[in-house]
């Protein structure tokens, strides 16, 4: 029995004694979210498009529920509680064989994939989680979806990223917020499976024994002043990297406005098996191996600053991202997130050597009248991108990519459809980079959230 199942086994233990308990059920919260979810990714104008066995459209459309259940905490010095979420993913079209899928993914964009390629009828899971909480310290273990600078969860999908593992949260010194955890699995946004951790460029499905079950992190945010937070945290999968990072967030009141400045640093190096076992290796290194795979190191410089003034937002960024590698995070090749100023709906923009600027405005229509109602637009472009020749050598230094985001969004604001929402997020990426498909994407999705307890 592994650790976060014997969590579980005692915590409904304690449970079943103290179900009855005042806190544990008068506190407790039961929603059901529904999420109507379609995407159409286009890349057929583009030099690789002729690519043996790759499809130049992608297109799925499904209907998902999450139903989530948080309780509240037993009476004592030590409360006990536990949470719920089970996920089901229902297909409603996969396109007639354009679901994404290959010989070396996952699964489809939305959904897992069969043996044969073509998208599951449907897919689900369910997680458990046990929780202890004393004074203003909290410790969970088993299905957790973290959000800090080393570890993100995705949601850009029919259904959410999941982890296992154990997190501790303190906040028991004013102003400073603690936390510290070890992760062991993932399951996918496409997947009703658990998977081990890698990075990109060691994360093929076909090829196993380049993973790892231990990602351990740790760090704090800290309130300087009401308006100042400085941030430091550690991440580190075992046999791929570790990681650094410091970030600053400012809020300054200007005439009408205020200006919010994000600044960020990461560092990141080699452990383990990354250092010297091809299989371990990152992608976009080139200081020696034609593949252009070799080991992380990577030091990435951001900052983003954003002033907002009666319903409106404009923002501008730029962000440096060198060393021998591209930067690294938490990807299974499934679908991931970063905390990056740049994790954008199609791409990341933290290749080895790219600097990129970014461009970004986004309205309130409340201000109009209109509450429940926004619209965004980004831009960014990178520069100065290493590529890898056949003698494995840097191959210049002069490729580039720029992406436009635009998103329009509807919340009903109250009424008997309070709640209710409407999305359509569109992207069009273009680059010069070697063996890269040119995208555009659309993605329609309508949600609804509806309270249970």
Do not use: C
Not at 6 to 16: N, P, R, Y
């Amino acid at each position: 029995m592994n650790k976060s199942t014997l969590a579980l086994a005692v915590a409904v233990g304690v449970l079943a004694q103290q179900a009855g308990a005042a806190g544990f059920i008068e506190d407790s919260k039961a929603t059901l979210g529904l999420r109507n979810f379609y995407i159409n990714t286009d890349n057929r104008d583009s030099a690789a498009k002729t690519a043996a066995g790759v499809q130049n459209k992608n297109e799925e459309w499904g209907q998902g529920f999450d139903l989530r259940f948080i309780s509240g905490y037993t009476q004592g010095t030590v409360g006990f509680g536990i949470d719920a979420i089970g996920l089901l993913g229902i297909r409603l079209d996969s396109g007639g064989g354009t679901n994404g899928a290959t010989a070396t993914s996952y699964g489809g964009t939305v959904f897992p994939s069969k043996s044969n390629g073509e998208a599951v009828d449907n897919f689900s899971s369910l997680g458990l989680t046990a929780k202890a909480k004393i004074s203003q310290t909290e410790l969970k273990l088993g299905t957790l979806q973290p959000k800090n600078p080393v570890i993100v969860t995705n949601d850009g999908r029919l259904l959410p990223q999941t982890w296992q593992g154990g997190q501790i949260t303190s906040g028991e010194i004013k102003d400073l917020t603690l936390v510290g955890g070890q992760i062991e699995a993932v399951k996918g946004r496409n997947s009703s499976n658990n998977e081990q951790l890698s990075i990109g460029g060691a994360n093929s499905p076909t090829v196993s024994g380049r993973d790892s079950n231990k990602f351990l992190y740790a760090g704090g945010d800290y309130k300087i002043t009401k308006d100042l937070t400085a941030q430091y945290y550690y991440g580190n999968l075992e046999d791929f990297y570790k990681q650094h990072f410091l970030g600053l967030v400012h809020n300054w009141a200007i005439g009408p406005g205020v200006l919010k400045s994000d600044l960020r640093y990461f560092n990141s190096s080699d452990d383990g098996a990354n250092g010297n076992t091809p299989a371990y290796y990152s992608t976009g290194n080139y200081t020696g191996t034609a593949s252009g795979r070799g080991k992380v190191d990577n030091n990435l410089y951001s900052g983003l600053f954003l002033y907002s003034v009666a319903g409106h937002t404009f923002g501008g960024g730029y962000q440096v991202s060198n060393g021998s590698s591209d930067f690294p995070w938490l990807n299974q090749g499934d679908g991931s997130s970063n905390y990056t100023i740049t994790d954008m709906q199609i791409q990341k923009f933290g290749r080895a050597g790219e600097k990129t600027w970014q461009a970004r405005y986004s309205y309130d229509f409340a201000k109009v009248g209109l509450p429940g109602a926004t619209a965004g637009v980004v831009y960014l472009r990178g520069d100065n991108i290493d590529t890898v020749g056949a003698n494995g050598r840097e191959n210049g230094s002069g490729r580039s990519e720029w992406e436009r985001d635009l998103t329009l969004a509807y919340v009903v604001p109250e009424g008997p459809l309070k709640n209710l929402g409407f999305m359509w997020k569109n992207a069009m990426w273009r680059n010069d980079i070697p063996g890269q498909r040119d995208q555009d994407e659309n993605r329609l999705i309508v949600s609804y959230s509806i309270p249970l307890l």
